[in-house]
């Protein structure tokens, strides 16, 4: 009676065991493969810093948009555009970046991301945790980096077809009695800012790319911009547990297996 039970639970043990090594192995392969996509990153990061910085205009042929590439543009703010992009935390802290059309000469536009500033405490107006940001008349100068869109956010509400945060149908900007100050308490929020929106409902014909500033104009934002993680070190040492998983399943299945062998060798003597 123990030999059938005996061998149902080798076969039963046996099967665990292998799928155990297959789903182990599976990991690896994926932690491995995704160490090579963040390496592929890093070299597109890389590779777009070490292009000579890109004089921005109207005419600027699109493949020489690239992610990560320096660019320097000069032209006027279109402060009455400007928008809050909310929820975007820099080291813990919440807080929110402050986006401005840059108009160019050829009357084409630039979105400038400007900086990021810190949420007010509950109580306080943006202008007494932010303080007026400065946004000067005339031609400007403003260097920076390219990004193909401006970083966005997960939605919930996308999955549903709703939106949240999206600039209002009617929105077309607000004329500030004084356009050289943004008031931050003025300014409309969205979650995620998209450029075909802003275009549409501002009228301007915006270059297919964001400029993250980096100058400092000494207006106070703080310009630390996200960059995506490229520490393929960590996705190969878990690459490396999951394959000793594997391993360590592999070599449990040979002992059961002996162990099996044995037993059904003493048998038959």
């Excluded at 600027?60 to 032209?75: E, I, K, N, Y």
């Excluded at 390219?146 to 999955?159: C, I, M, N």
């Excluded at 929106?197 to 915006?206: C, D, I, N, P, V």
Aim: charged residues 20%; without cysteine; proline residues 6%.
């Amino acid at each position: 009676m123990t030999k059938p039970k005996a061998s149902l639970l080798t076969i039963v043990a046996l099967v665990l065991l292998a799928l155990a090594a297959g789903v182990f192995a599976s990991l690896g392969r994926w932690q491995m493969s995704r160490a090579a996509e963040r390496r592929a990153i890093a070299a597109e990061i890389d590779a777009g810093r070490r292009q000579t910085p890109l004089e921005l205009t109207g005419r600027t042929p699109t493949q020489d948009l690239q992610p990560w590439r320096p660019a320097h543009v000069a032209g006027t703010w279109r402060n009455d555009l400007s928008l809050l992009i909310d929820n975007r935390n820099l080291d813990g802290r919440p807080g929110l970046w402050l986006a401005t059309p840059l108009v160019l000469a050829d009357g084409s536009a630039v979105l400038v991301l400007r900086g990021w500033f810190a949420r007010p405490m509950m109580g306080q107006t943006m202008r007494q945790g932010a303080h007026l940001i400065s946004t000067p008349a005339g031609v400007q100068s403003v260097t920076g980096e390219l990004s193909a869109h401006v970083p966005r956010l997960f939605e919930l509400w996308s999955l549903s077809g709703g939106s949240s945060g999206a600039l209002p149908a009617g929105w077309s900007g607000q004329a500030p009695a004084r356009p050289a100050i943004t008031d931050l308490d003025t300014l409309i929020r969205v979650q995620n800012l998209d450029i075909a929106r802003l275009e549409a409902l501002s009228g301007l014909k915006f270059v297919p790319a964001v400029l993250l500033q980096k100058n400092d104009p000494g207006d106070g934002l703080t310009r630390v911009w996200p960059e995506p993680s490229v520490d393929s070190d960590k996705n190969v040492g878990y690459a490396v547990q999951w394959f000793g998983f594997a391993g360590i399943a592999v070599i449990a299945a040979l002992g059961v297996a002996l162990r099996a062998w044995r037993r059904r060798a003493q048998t038959a003597q």
